[in-house]
């Protein structure tokens, strides 16, 4: 079940301008093999018992490094998907639906882990069903600007509400490799307590999105739209 989210749609008319292209994409079709990357202490969260059954406590964020296709760098688009999963486990419906937001951060990459944060932001709490299926919505942030060929890309989810216990919340990865673009095989995590970063992961799996850039002479067309969607959101 895939859920429409209205900022994609704000956010999209930057990225559908002309000469758009899309540099990254392991975002679609939706590959039923998919789980959920969860972050259990990001934002003040201070409680990982009903956030995910076993694993990935100690970290504040996770993500894996990402290489652009194409020759286009300013990005005006990143999308990523929201999953609500049960993750295996059989006692995790609940009709109650569970709501959380996600932190998107850019990092430069610097021997082989995260460097200089580059970019972040939060999205709006998104609410998802709970059912016996996984529950999907697109998320949607607008950098508007210039990054470099390779970065590292990593996610968190915060303000978790109504959690089952068995339920898996995050932000949704898949096993298979993106069609435009590749991703490193290593995934990072940061310590919540320590800060600091590890190679937590080398399954090579990559986290669901879609990054879409635009020539340099679209910039000024994507920052008035930035304007305006920010000035919609302050109303």
């Known amino acids: 079940m895939l859920k429409s989210f209205v900022l994609a749609g704000v956010c999209g008319v930057a990225a559908a301008g002309a000469g758009a292209e899309v540099v990254y994409d392991s975002l679609s079709p939706i590959v039923p093999n998919t789980s959920s990357v969860v972050f259990t202490h990001d934002a003040g969260e201070t409680s990982s018992t009903d956030e995910i059954s076993g694993g990935l406590e100690n970290e504040s ?3 894996h490094s990402v290489v652009l296709a194409g020759s286009d760098r300013f990005v005006s688009l990143i999308e990523l998907r929201a999953i ?4 295996g486990f059989p006692n995790s419906t609940s009709p109650t639906p569970v709501s959380f937001a996600t932190t998107l951060r850019i990092y430069s ?3 082989e882990a995260p460097g200089q944060l580059l970019w ?3 999205s709006p709490v998104v609410t998802l069903a709970q059912s016996t299926a996984a529950v999907y919505a697109d998320l949607a942030f607008s950098p508007a600007m210039t990054l470099p060929d390779t970065f590292v890309l990593c996610v968190s989810e915060s303000q978790i509400q109504d959690q089952a216990p068995g339920r898996w919340v995050g932000t949704s ?3 298979t490799p993106g ?3 590749t991703s490193g095989a290593s995934w990072y995590g940061e310590d919540t307590t320590t800060d600091e970063w590890s190679a937590v992961s080398t ?3 990559t986290i669901q999105m879609r990054i879409t850039a635009v020539p340099t002479g ?3 067309g994507v920052m008035g739209v930035a304007a305006l969607w920010g000035a919609a959101r302050r109303r």
């Open 61 to 63: 964020q996770y993500g």
């Open 84 to 87: 609500s999963s049960r993750g």
């Open 109 to 111: 990459l610097v021997n």
């Open 120 to 122: 972040e932001g939060t």
């Open 173 to 175: 990865w898949q096993n």
């Open 179 to 181: 069609t435009i673009g």
């Open 203 to 205: 399954f090579g799996a």
């Open 218 to 220: 679209s910039v000024a």
